[in-house]
């Protein structure tokens, strides 16, 4: 085996090597997001309120202090 092939083939073991890491990896995280799947829903359910929330108070006090005329102008 020349020594290019040879540094090819150890190139490819170890990009194997690290694609399978990260599959591990990420079953390991799906996993856990499995089994804590109802708690995960709802932080996510929290914390679209609290942007809804947000945004609405953002518009409001923002939209509330224009004059009407200028409201809708661009």
């Not at 359910?45 to 224009?66: C, F, G, I, P, T």
Request: glycine residues 2%; positive net charge; without cysteine.
């Amino acid at each position: 085996m020349t020594k290019r092939k040879k540094k090819e083939w150890n190139v490819e073991k170890r990009m194997d090597a690290e694609t399978a890491q990260r599959a591990m990896r990420l079953d390991e995280d799906l996993e856990i997001m499995d089994r804590h799947a109802a708690d995960l829903a709802g932080i996510e359910e929290e914390e679209q309120d609290s942007m809804r929330r947000w945004d609405r108070e953002h518009k409001n006090a923002r939209l509330h202090s224009v004059p009407r005329h200028l409201k809708h102008v661009r």
